[in-house]
Nanobody, 130 residues
Framework: QVRLVESGGGTVAAGGSLTLSCTASGVRTNNACMGWFRQTPGKKREEFAIAMIGNDGIEYDDSVKDRFNVSRDNAKNIMYLQMNSLKPEGTAIYSC???????????????????????WGQGTQVTVSS
């Protein structure tokens, strides 16, 4: 059974930093495409991952590029999202997800679209105060 558990959310002042963790079980972080998604208050979850990591590389949404860093520790089976220079509009529930049909290698490519992901975590709340 695949399980993804996010942690590290909280409240931070604008301009501050937070690092989120996504601990995976039932799936290896180096054997799947992994992504971070965001749902801002009153809106649906965004359709495209704000950050994605696979064996073929890393991609970011333009809104977080140069401020966020996604990484994974395959030995611990954890994916991270380091968030710097946070803005109030970054207040959201952040969820991690896994596309287990693709790895970004062996002829497969990773995609940021949410429809590609089968396993989802419950999410962790991040609040950025102005």
């Amino acid at each position: 059974q695949v399980r993804l558990v996010e942690s590290g959310g909280g409240t931070v002042a604008a301009g501050g930093s937070l690092t989120l963790s996504c601990t995976a079980s039932g799936v290896r972080t180096n054997n799947a495409c992994m992504g971070w998604f965001r749902q801002t208050p009153g809106k649906k979850r965004e359709e495209f991952a704000i950050a994605m990591i696979g064996n073929d590389g890393i991609e970011y949404d333009d809104s977080v590029k140069d401020r966020f860093n996604v990484s994974r520790d395959n030995a611990k089976n954890i994916m991270y999202l380091q968030m710097n220079s946070l803005k109030p509009e970054g207040t959201a529930i952040y969820s991690c997800a896994a596309d287990m049909r693709r790895t970004g290698s062996d002829g497969t490519s990773c995609y940021r679209r949410d429809l590609m992901y089968e396993a989802w975590g419950q999410g962790t709340q991040v609040t950025v105060s102005s």
